[in-house]
């Protein structure tokens, strides 16, 4: 028997124009009911999920991806300028140092949320038949592309202002991260191999940010395992979102990219990574700088968090693809989380020669 067609009323579409999103596609007339229902529920967040406009343009600035801007901070933490003596010749934070540090994390923090929304707001409809991308607020309807787009001008103009008053390089800077990624946004990240190099730019640039906001010199060997820990995450990231269903539609360049020429590049760059990282540990100018010899024993530790990136985004974790991106695999894995505290713990240990009872 055939279905009879219900009470009418007023389709989704109609009420998120109204509230001020984009309105889909009008169906066919071939469609079903059922399919009607289908391609609206691929559009609406999940229940309980996002509480309003509000939390959906929070939701929009990635807060869990500014763990990433943590890069802005290394050279402070290994140039050993967080902390100053007193008079006393007691250790006490330095607040000059460490207060420019986090107000540099703070603006690309803030500048990253704008490069997202704008990100959202380019890809709007290739989000829409993605699994999980489909439930980001922009995406579903529940934040209106105007009001996302007036956010991300504010916030690029509010982070400008605050990088010139801690430095104009730091500003010059910054402003070469929101450029680039823009033009990664809009035409170059369609580029196999050029995307992820783009990806990996950024990285370097916040961590010479940070030196320019610190008044710290960075060191090349920090910049090259910035350079090819940036790749490695890059291409990691690739690979994730090419096992993901329907990925060429979701993304054009995964189109170029195969799953074993992937594994070959994250191989090549995480090897790369550990022996630059070993390089510099053993490099007698470092050794001298921190008056240490230890450095070395922080290895193990990166070694370790390489080779557990390559298990997650390899998909033999055993939970499948469930996250956007591997940063948010790596900040639920347990394992890797405990290498990377216990990392920061030696390394704090060692540069600032810390010792039981200290």
């Known amino acids: 028997m055939s279905k009879l067609p219900g009470p009418a009323r007023p389709s989704e579409g109609a009420l998120r124009l109204v509230e001020g999103g984009d ?9 079903s ?7 609206h529920k691929s559009t609406r967040p999940p229940h309980g999920e996002g509480h309003g406009v509000i939390g959906g343009l929070i939701k929009t600035l990635r807060p869990h991806q500014w763990v990433k801007n ?11 300028d967080v902390f100053a003596t007193m008079a006393n010749g007691d250790p006490a934070l330095n607040l000059n140092v460490a207060g420019r540090a986090f107000a540099a994390t703070g603006v690309f923090c803030l500048l990253a949320g704008a490069v997202y929304t704008i990100n959202d707001l380019a890809d709007l409809e290739a989000d829409r038949v993605h699994p999980v991308k489909r439930n980001r607020p922009i995406a579903s309807g529940l934040v209106p592309a105007s009001i996302a787009r007036a956010m991300a001008l504010a916030l690029v103009l509010l982070c400008f202002g605050m990088g010139y008053l801690l430095s104009p390089w730091f500003a010059l800077v910054a402003a070469l991260y929101f450029g680039e990624n823009v033009l990664y946004t809009f035409k170059l990240k369609q580029v196999p191999i050029l995307d992820v190099s783009l990806i990996a730019l950024g990285f370097v640039l916040r961590v010479v940010a940070g030196g320019l906001a610190t008044n710290v010199h960075v060191s090349e060997y920090m910049l090259a395992c910035t350079a090819l820990l940036a790749l490695f995450l890059g291409f990691g990231k690739r690979r994730h979102e090419l096992a ?11 189109k170029a990219y195969s799953a074993g020429s992937l594994n070959i590049l994250l191989g090549v760059t995480g090897a790369a990574t550990i022996v630059t990282y070993v390089a510099y540990t053993l490099d007698p100018t470092t050794q001298a700088f921190f008056d240490s010899k230890l ?27 469930k996250a956007e991106s591997p940063t948010q695999e790596m900040l639920r894995d347990v394992p890797f989380v405990l290498n990377l505290v216990l990392w920061a713990i030696v390394v704090v240990a060692i540069v600032y020669r810390l010792r039981p009872g200290t």
Do not use: C, Y
């Open 70 to 80: 943590l890069f802005v901070m290394a050279p402070m933490v290994f140039h050993k």
């Open 33 to 39: 009911v059922d399919g009607q229902a289908a391609a």
């Open 295 to 321: 450095l070395w024993l922080t290895a193990p530790f990166t070694a370790f968090g390489i080779g557990r990136f390559l298990f997650l985004v390899s998909g033999r974790a055993g939970r499948g693809i």
């Open 23 to 31: 309105a889909p596609a009008a169906p066919s007339s071939a469609t």
């Open 244 to 254: 993901s269903e329907n990925a060429g539609k979701q993304r054009a360049v995964l």
